[in-house]
């Protein structure tokens, strides 16, 4: 390692340390402000140009805003026509009917679960924010229950969505290490799935009935009358049928599940394989289940154009400064990307000899925390041991690609746009996120890691 390499690594250790400061201390400045000045500094400490320093800054709230920003507009847009369609309250009574205190965080475990099969962790949040505030609302009401309802039923949803997101294909993370470790979905989608149960059950239902009864989280009342209120009873107007509006909620993940499945089967090049990934292309999906959900929900038996469009704008305010700062931190993992703190951390962990597998988690956790992107972490583990997987015929790759997927998960915090998603959309204080978020994934990504070490005992998949 160089002299720079440990000026780099220091940078970020005292960025996130400054970042952390600057939102909870006296000082009280917004999150927004604060990444960007935090980002200008790192820019400015580790001699990059001014233009590059602007230029990373922009491309990275840009790039964030593109990919998630407008996904989750749209996803307040339909979270608010299944919430005055009157959709998720009756989700949330019949959860509630069928299902007993102690078993309500298994239930949207196993519904969160199905939803993150196809979709992104953020994208499968936003959908599910309409239904956790419903649930968790009415639970709040019951006198005998303690702590943050909230954090009961939205841990277990965070850490399904995580496990899925970081250890099955056909989500980007693990399909990249396939893709660079020249390996086959089959088998690692297996060892995917199976890894996920525990990661889940540790992470989701037992941590949230562990720490739910610890925290007073409650999200902005703002943001909560718009995913609970129902407006079809003011209206008289005739309500539309459950089923109805459980195709309207899951329209997106399912038309991201055909994209994943038409991966899988199709050849690449074909036609249908070029329309199922314009179909299920997480922004197309979102749209089309918010114009599903208006021609089928919202406008029919009386509805009024001119009362939905207001409906949709006023659902898009709430929302606005949780977008702005998760661009904010995009803006801050683009500087750090930038200023190549991921070569630093390749430098590091070269200087260390582990066995392969551990040594995939390793490089692709340091990454993660320290770029803010489990993308970076899972792109430069995969290829910085991309020649060990060829060289090595006993290595296990499809299990190497899990643990590399494991690794990006770890401690996702203050420089992650997951991590902000999380916390503003909660109303929750940065201990309070740390405590969720960051934890939950920290649980899931290590207990995938000692699954993949249980798994490589075994005789191997394929």
């Avoid at 056909?170 to 799935?193: E, R, W």
């Avoid at 996920?196 to 925290?215: E, N, T």
């Avoid at 599940?257 to 899988?264: D, F, G, I, Q, S």
């Amino acid at each position: 390692m160089s002299s720079f390499d440990i000026q780099l690594l220091l940078t970020a250790l005292v960025s996130v340390l400054v970042l952390v400061a600057l939102i909870v201390s006296r000082v009280r400045m917004h999150p927004l402000l604060a990444l960007l000045i935090v980002s200008l500094g790192v820019g400015f400490a580790t001699g990059m140009e001014p233009t590059a320093i602007v230029k990373s800054l922009t491309d990275g709230a840009g790039k964030t805003l593109g990919a998630v920003g407008v996904v989750i507009a749209l996803g307040a847009m339909l979270g608010k026509i299944l919430a005055d369609s009157g959709t998720t309250e009756r989700l949330a009574n019949a959860i509630l009917a069928r299902t007993s205190v102690r078993l309500i965080p298994w239930a949207m475990t196993l519904v969160a679960f199905v939803i993150g099969i196809p979709m992104f962790f953020e994208v499968g949040l936003v959908v599910m924010l309409p239904l956790i505030f419903s649930v968790a609302r009415k639970l709040e009401s019951q006198e005998r229950f303690k702590g943050s309802a909230y954090v009961y039923v939205g841990v277990p949803v965070i850490a399904a969505l995580a496990a899925m997101h970081g250890m099955v294909p056909p989500h980007p993370g693990p399909l990249t290490a396939i893709a660079s470790l020249k390996t086959t979905v089959g088998p690692t989608m297996i060892y995917g799935f199976i890894a996920a149960l525990p990661a889940m059950i540790l992470g989701g239902p037992l941590y949230g009935a562990f720490i739910a009864p610890r925290m007073t989280t409650r999200p902005d009342d703002a943001l909560l009358e718009q995913f609970t209120a129902t407006q079809e009873a003011a209206n008289g107007r005739v309500p539309a049928s459950v089923g109805l509006g459980v195709l309207a909620a899951l329209l997106p993940a399912l038309l991201m599940l055909v994209h994943a499945v038409a991966e899988m089967l199709l050849p690449k090049g074909s036609g249908l394989l070029h329309a199922a990934a314009f179909l299920g292309n997480p922004l197309v999906a979102m749209l089309l289940g918010v114009l599903f959900a208006m021609a089928t929900l919202a406008l029919p038996r009386g509805g009024d154009a001119e009362k939905l469009r207001n409906a949709l704008g006023q659902s898009l305010k709430p929302i606005a400064g949780i977008m702005l700062i998760i661009a904010g931190g995009g803006a801050f993992q683009q500087v750090l990307t930038s200023a190549k703190v991921g070569d630093a951390i390749v430098h590091l962990t070269q200087q260390f000899a582990f066995p392969p597998l551990i040594l995939g988690w390793l490089i692709a956790m340091l990454l993660s925390v320290s770029t803010g992107s489990a993308t970076v972490g899972i792109v430069g583990a995969a290829g910085l041991l991309a020649p060990l997987a060829g060289a090595d015929p006993n290595l296990n790759l499809p299990l190497l690609a899990l643990s590399i997927g494991c690794g990006s998960l770890f401690f996702n915090y203050a420089n992650h746009a997951g991590f902000w998603m999380v916390k503003e959309s909660f109303g929750m204080t940065m201990g309070e996120a740390t405590k969720t978020i960051s934890v939950v994934q920290s649980i899931v990504s290590v207990v995938g890691l000692v699954m993949v070490l249980l798994f490589n005992m075994l005789p191997a998949l394929g």
